[in-house]
């Protein structure tokens, strides 16, 4: 029998971890809330960088080039929505939860145009799992 490695040979469990955590990128300019979504998010084992405005969040995409990406509607600089769109335009393949605390107000365009769900402020972290695991779980179908 072949095997790549010999018995007792184990990757480190830092390779193994760095290899499965699924990269999430939180774009939320009220520090407060996007501090607690990345601290949520990276004690479910997964890969969390932040953005507090669109522009940045945008670099972040291009350099991170994250899965899922949970995303605030109204932001300075850039607006969510034009984030995604501009994203999409760079061929970014992340997937968008849109945050609103505004009603559902933008929530149908986002809908329309690219976001595959959306979370109403205050949020439920309960939600924020949730939606994370959907829009992962429909990347690996």
């Not at 205050?122 to 949730?130: C, E, K, R, S």
């Given at each position: 029998?072949?095997?790549?490695?010999?018995?007792?040979?184990?990757?480190?469990?830092a390779v193994v971890t760095r290899i499965a955590r699924r990269r999430i990128l939180v774009i939320?300019?009220?520090?407060?809330?996007?501090?607690?979504?990345?601290?949520?998010?990276?004690?479910?084992?997964?890969?969390?960088?932040?953005?507090?405005?669109?522009?940045?969040?945008?670099?972040?995409?291009?350099?991170?080039?994250?899965?899922?990406?949970?995303?605030?509607?109204?932001?300075?600089?850039?607006?969510?929505?034009?984030?995604?769109?501009?994203s999409r335009q760079l061929g970014a393949s992340a997937g968008f939860i849109m945050m609103t605390?505004?009603?559902?107000?933008?929530?149908?365009?986002?809908?329309?145009?690219?976001?595959?769900?959306?979370?109403?402020?205050?949020?439920?972290?309960?939600?924020?799992?949730?939606?994370?695991?959907?829009?992962?779980?429909?990347?690996?179908?």
């Amino acid at each position: 029998m072949i095997s790549a490695t010999e018995p007792g040979d184990e990757m480190p469990q830092a390779v193994v971890t760095r290899i499965a955590r699924r990269r999430i990128l939180v774009i939320e300019d009220e520090a407060n809330a996007r501090e607690g979504l990345c601290l949520l998010l990276a004690d479910e084992g997964f890969d969390v960088r932040e953005a507090a405005d669109g522009e940045e969040g945008l670099r972040q995409i291009v350099e991170f080039n994250p899965e899922a990406v949970l995303c605030d509607l109204e932001l300075p600089k850039l607006g969510g929505l034009r984030l995604m769109h501009s994203s999409r335009q760079l061929g970014a393949s992340a997937g968008f939860i849109m945050m609103t605390g505004s009603g559902r107000t933008g929530v149908e365009e986002a809908l329309r145009t690219g976001a595959d769900t959306y979370l109403l402020k205050p949020l439920d972290l309960g939600a924020v799992l949730l939606a994370v695991e959907l829009v992962l779980g429909r990347q690996t179908h």
